[in-house]
């Protein structure tokens, strides 16, 4: 379970609070408007930002000691993090190994994660030669290779159009659910939400609220979200 127990934040003149959890292998959205605290949540679970009170949990055991790189969290962003000077296997591979000296049973690893996202063949490419989606499935390949339990995604594939987003995110789904990892995901599109996330936690009035069901929270909004959604 991942918890987030009494936790506030102050950035500023903006504040963030929450007291809620998450379960184990959960796929949970995060929706709230423009500036409502969305990459600031996922911050606090990455450890990109420090909590002025209270705790991030991770199966019992407080994360705040852990430095970004040491905690069981793997990030992807809208830019997919990929380095243009390595190829699509390189880029993967640091999934494994960041300083890529990696086993034959490694390379082996990297060769079945690119056939598992459907880029056979493009081991040796640079991702400025790859099309949007081909991108984010290099992503998502060292995604599944890393198999960190919690995954967070900030509008990762907001720049896709919908049936490749769509795509992504069914691709997304399962390798979650291989890997058996914890998704927190935000998003502006509530059929994101509905695709992918059962769960939806909304962010409104400084206060992330504990995740309800994503399906009767859109149908009935309330009128916070309402207003936001435009519905
Ligand atoms: N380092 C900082 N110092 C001061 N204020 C900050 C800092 N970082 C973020 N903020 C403020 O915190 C608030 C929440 O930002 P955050 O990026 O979490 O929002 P968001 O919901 O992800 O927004 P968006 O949907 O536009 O990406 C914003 O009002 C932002 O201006």
């Keep these: 379970m991942l918890e987030f127990r009494d936790l506030s934040v102050t950035l500023g003149d903006f504040s963030l609070s929450a007291d809620l959890s998450v379960d184990q292998g959960a796929r949970v959205a995060v929706i709230g408007a423009s500036g409502s605290?969305?990459?600031?949540?996922?911050?606090?679970?990455?450890?990109?930002?420090?909590p002025d009170r209270g705790q991030v949990l991770w199966e019992g055991r407080d994360l705040r000691p852990l430095a970004p790189g040491q905690r069981?969290?793997?990030?992807?962003?809208?830019?997919?993090?990929?380095?243009?000077?390595?190829?699509?296997?390189q880029n993967i591979g640091l999934g494994l190994r960041p300083d890529l000296r990696l086993s034959g049973d490694q390379h082996r690893q990297v060769a079945q994660a690119l056939e598992r996202v459907g880029l056979t063949g493009m081991a040796d490419r640079k991702p400025a030669r790859l099309s949007g989606g081909q991108q984010s499935r290099v992503a998502?390949?060292?995604?599944?290779?890393?198999?960190?339990?919690i995954l967070l995604l900030d509008e990762a594939f907001s720049a896709l159009g919908p049936a490749l987003k769509d795509e992504m995110l069914d691709l997304l789904a399962q390798i979650a659910g291989q890997t058996g990892a914890t998704v927190l995901m935000v998003t502006h599109d509530p059929d994101d939400a509905r695709r992918f996330a059962p769960q939806t936690i909304v962010i409104e009035n400084g206060r992330a609220n504990p995740p309800v069901?994503?399906?009767?929270?859109?149908?009935?909004?309330?009128?916070?979200?309402?207003?936001?959604?435009?519905?």
Excluded at 37 to 50: M, Q
Excluded at 72 to 89: E, K, M, R, Y
Excluded at 213 to 231: I, Q
């Design 213 to 231: 069901a994503t399906g009767p929270l859109l149908d009935n909004p309330p009128p916070g979200l309402r207003r936001y959604l435009g519905a």
């Design 72 to 89: 069981p969290v793997s990030v992807l962003f809208q830019d997919q993090n990929l380095f243009p000077h390595l190829t699509v296997a």
């Design 140 to 149: 998502l390949a060292r995604v599944l290779l890393r198999a960190r339990p």
């Design 37 to 50: 605290g969305k990459s600031t949540l996922l911050s606090l679970v990455s450890g990109f930002l420090p």
